[in-house]
């Protein structure tokens, strides 16, 4: 769901949403009707409701936040998790593999330190609304081609060897990362497409290999 | 095998996967005479991108990346071409071994291995339909035995008769030929690679600029008739990327040498990448392999 059905949401739990072209005909405006259509985007109201009640202390016990066995879950997976991505498969010391875990981290992945009650509320949100920006085609400029085989994300099993760059370096060096990929991908193709034309011309000097197409 | 790819008429589904990432795919191919296959690839997830060849033509749609088409006899990153030529191309650099049979996509295979015959490249594992000696489910994996990319088919038909969707091919439009740049130059830098596995052929060098990122680079496209690397030396002060390397279905390195940036890709294990850039050499000393 779109950040800005998010702020909407969250307009509409303080009070600040503008009804602004709302008339007879059509009670609501566009944005909070959809806003009332979106299954998801009613989850999300609902719970950052649940966020404020928590916070002002009015939850009854009615309501359904008993998470801890989620919370222990979630935290039992967490170490495993940082392990996984990180590969054996390069020789990485101690200080590599925590710059790789950095490296790994998606932008505006959020810190692990957090209390309880926030990783509670993470955990809910997260699945299905966020993903990783591993497709090259939406991470790359348009170009010429967008080679059939290319399509590798660079995201996984990367060790940076020196310290940690900023985000945007980050993204910037992904794209560079991407167009090497890319390029080699395009230069195959054309090294396969060199080599059938020579195949061809020494066909045309030699008549009997003649092609019927 | 490589017959089979060429000549059967066959409708396939089938998924490929590269580490986390899974494309389902639909394959139609058909023989249309002696000289001219057919095949068309439509991935179904994400942007509708197809893979249409006629013959030695190939053409490729995608709705976001551009379409082009290219003169080739085997849909580029799919199968390996190689696996559409006899074994015995390959051979010197991977031992073939059958071992035993296996039930796949529903029918007995026979379980191909090529194993490389040093430590320097991947392995790959083939499962071989036993009666019409097509490809049902191949597997790329590192020395250790870590699986990097799958390709498995998931049903497949076989026909009398070329694929319907095959037979209506004539209106659709073919997207432009994909050329090389026109004026092309001799690599510039005087770091050259020295050293390259047993096997590995130059198939291309020249000097450009990378069309992303408009860096003048010098690269190289080496071959051993499976897999392919490619060797971009750039100025290391232009280009600014950590040393970094990782290992996946493509792997890639970035390395300094010299106040060069040397970035090695390709579908080789990371220790293979980084003794390729550590054994170039400054100069035109030393011939080329």
Redesign the interface.
């Given at each position: 769901m779109s950040d800005r059905l998010k702020q909407n949401a969250s307009a509409l739990l303080d009070s600040h949403f503008e009804d602004t072209d709302a008339d007879e005909v059509h009670p609501f405006n566009a944005d909070l009707s959809a806003l009332l259509d979106d299954e998801q985007a009613r989850a999300v109201w609902y719970r950052y409701a649940l966020v404020g009640q928590v916070m002002r202390q009015e939850v009854t016990g009615t309501q359904p936040i008993d998470i801890s066995a989620q919370v222990a879950a979630r935290i039992a997976q967490e170490p495993q998790a940082a392990n996984s991505v990180v590969m054996p498969s390069v020789q990485a010391g101690g200080a590599l593999t925590r710059a790789a875990a950095r490296w790994l981290k998606p932008a505006g992945s959020i810190a692990i330190a957090a209390s309880v009650a926030v990783v509670a509320v993470l955990s809910v949100q997260q699945p299905g609304l966020e993903t990783l920006p591993d497709n090259p085609a939406a991470t790359t400029p348009t170009i010429v081609t967008n080679p059939f085989g290319g399509r590798n994300p660079v995201s996984y099993n990367t060790v940076v060897e020196t310290p940690a760059p900023t985000e945007a370096e980050i993204a910037q060096q992904r794209q560079l990362l991407q167009s090497y990929l890319l390029d080699h991908q395009r230069q195959l193709q054309l090294s396969l497409q060199a080599e059938m034309e020579q195949q061809d011309n020494a066909a045309e000097v030699d008549p009997i290999d003649h092609q019927n197409d | 095998m490589a017959l089979a790819l060429r000549q059967l008429n066959f409708k396939a589904t089938l998924v490929q996967s590269?580490?986390?990432?899974i494309?389902p795919l639909i394959w139609f191919h058909g023989r249309y005479d002696h000289?001219?296959d057919l095949e068309l690839?439509i991935q179904l997830n994400?942007?509708d991108?197809r893979?249409l060849r006629i013959?030695?033509q190939t053409y490729?749609y995608?709705p976001?990346?551009?379409s082009?088409s290219?003169?080739?006899?085997?849909?580029?990153?799919?199968i390996p071409?190689a696996f559409y030529e006899p074994f015995a191309h390959i051979s010197q650099h991977y031992q073939v071994i059958a071992s035993g049979g296996m039930r796949v996509t529903g029918r007995p295979a026979q379980y191909l291995r090529l194993v490389s015959r040093d430590k320097f490249r991947y392995h790959y594992d083939l499962w071989v339909d036993r009666e019409s000696a097509m490809l049902l489910k191949l597997q790329m994996m590192?020395p250790?035995g870590?699986v990097l990319e799958q390709l498995q088919l998931t049903s497949i038909e076989f026909t009398d008769h070329i694929p319907a969707q095959l037979t209506e091919l004539e209106a659709i439009q073919r997207p432009p030929r994909?050329y090389?740049a026109s004026q092309l130059e001799a690599p510039h830098f005087n770091l050259r690679p020295n050293w390259l596995p047993e096997g590995f052929e130059l198939?291309?060098a020249q000097h450009r600029r990378?069309?992303?990122?408009q860096l003048p680079t010098d690269?190289y496209?080496f071959?051993d008739g499976l897999t392919?690397v490619?060797i971009?030396i750039t100025e290391r002060r232009q280009?600014g990327?950590?040393?970094?390397?990782?290992?996946?279905?493509?792997s890639?390195i970035?390395t300094s040498i010299d106040g060069f940036a040397v970035?090695v890709?390709?579908k080789l294990?990371?220790a293979t990448l980084h003794q390729i850039a550590e054994r170039m050499v400054l100069d035109s000393q030393g011939p080329m392999r």
């Open positions: - | 590269q580490g986390q990432r494309q000289d001219t690839l994400g942007a991108s893979a013959g030695d490729y995608s976001v990346g551009g082009y290219l003169q080739t006899n085997v849909t580029a990153g799919f071409p590192t250790q870590e994909l090389e198939r291309r990378l069309y992303d990122t690269h496209l071959s392919d490619s971009y280009q990327l950590p040393e970094l390397a990782f290992q996946g279905a493509e890639l970035n970035t890709v390709g294990p990371v």
